[in-house]
């Protein structure tokens, strides 16, 4: 989270979050609250990085926005 809210304060506009839940933290909540009030479009996908098809299918579910930023979280 904290790569995002470098990336939003920075100009960054929409970020994908890559992790192996999907979830967010209730930790990180802070951070994905204030990128999205500063105006970022925060996706938060779940996809298994070391896994071909579960790395394709999340490129297509983050293919509809156009994401500034990813990172696996």
């Given at each position: 989270m904290g790569l995002g809210r470098w990336?939003?304060?920075r100009g960054a506009r929409k970020l994908a979050l890559?992790?192996?839940s999907g979830v967010v933290p209730d930790d990180q909540?802070?951070?994905l609250t204030w990128m999205r009030d500063q105006g970022?479009?925060?996706l938060i996908l779940r996809?298994?990085?070391g896994s071909r098809a579960?790395?394709?299918?999340?490129?297509a579910e983050a293919a509809?926005?156009?994401a500034g930023g990813r990172r696996h979280c």
């Open positions: 990336l939003v304060a890559v992790g192996l909540r802070e951070h970022a479009e925060v996809a298994d990085l579960a790395v394709a299918d999340m490129l509809g926005p156009s």
